[in-house]
């Protein structure tokens, strides 16, 4: 049976998105929120993000909201993701809720970008059945996902749900092994960490990193990765690159004091409206939905380019 019923602990930022991916899917959706306000929102961002998606719109009707765990019809649920704030103890109470509730063959999965999945799952006594399923802000339109096994995670578990989020349009990757901060995490913050020691060594403003990546190599990525990339310009080469230029590049095992500084200085980006730029309320607006334009343009070319590959 394909599993249809699935529910989401916490509606917040990224939970409402996921609820978002899995109504576009036709699946009935229960969502947990301790929030009257949380619950009394979602409604509208689903609607919202079935319409950005080019979905039903009478999906909408799938997705319900509970205040209470124990309020759920549970006989009815094939799948649980937990997309609560990255509080560790909290999330363990969660799961161990959700352990007493759901049937015992119910794949239990957490969103969390943060904390390792066999931390999450050490008070359980199923913990065969957790996972990570790593969603990226913002989760409905970015593609990726990431299904992260723990060493007690069942394989079939972990494949069956890269299955789940390859049917519903998302680009799944299984992280075979529970490390810090997964895959994508794990690439971005490298790239972060020369990006931020270069703006700290008067290298380059925060404007030329942008562009660097965005109109460089990030442009690439949209039609291929950097694996597929070093195929296509040759591994001698990155070799012989990589040799004269590794020795070169930051190595430090934390972020420069220019970020602590910022952090101090409560200069945080749009949430306080200063960061390396100044925000105001309307200028967050644009960009945003700039940002947001941009990615729906970029879905559609990853489309189009999935379709020729088939």
């Avoid at 006594?125 to 060493?151: K, N």
């Avoid at 952090?263 to 749009?270: D, E, I, K, N, T």
Wanted: proline share 7%.
């Amino acid at each position: 049976m394909t599993p249809q019923n699935v529910v989401i602990v916490g509606g917040g930022i990224m939970g409402g998105d996921i609820a978002i991916i899995f109504a576009a899917g036709s699946w009935n959706v229960h969502v947990m929120s301790p929030s009257q306000k949380t619950r009394d929102a979602l409604p509208a961002r689903i609607e919202a993000g079935l319409k950005k998606l080019g979905a039903p719109a009478a999906n909408a009707a799938n997705v319900k909201t509970f205040p209470r765990l124990e309020d759920i019809p549970w006989k009815e649920v094939q799948l649980v993701v937990e997309a609560v704030t990255e509080d560790l103890p909290l999330k363990q109470k969660i799961f161990q809720a959700l352990e007493r509730l759901a049937l015992p063959d119910i794949p239990f999965a957490s969103n969390t970008s943060n904390f390792p999945i066999g931390e999450i799952g050490k008070p359980l006594t199923t913990r065969s059945r957790l996972t990570g399923l790593h969603f990226w802000m913002p989760a409905h339109l970015v593609p990726l996902v990431e299904v992260v096994s723990a060493e007690a995670t069942d394989p079939k578990v972990a494949e069956g749900l890269v299955e789940i989020m390859r049917k519903l349009g998302k680009a799944p990757i299984w992280v075979k092994k529970d490390i810090p901060g997964f895959v994508g995490n794990r690439i971005q913050h490298a790239m972060m960490r020369e990006a931020l020691y270069l703006i700290a060594d008067g290298v380059v403003s925060p404007e030329g990193v942008d562009t660097a990546v965005r109109y460089g190599f990030g442009f690439r990525f949209i039609a291929c990765g950097p694996i597929m990339q070093k195929e296509m310009s040759g591994w001698d080469t990155n070799f012989f690159v990589a040799s004269a230029l590794y020795p070169h590049l930051h190595a430090e095992k934390g972020p420069p004091a220019l970020l602590k500084h910022m952090v101090a200085q409560g200069h945080l980006g749009m949430k306080t409206k200063q960061g390396f730029w100044q925000w105001s309320d309307e200028s967050i607006a644009q960009e945003k939905n700039r940002i947001e334009k941009a990615l729906q343009a970029g879905m559609e070319i990853l489309r189009a380019g999935v379709a020729q590959e088939k």
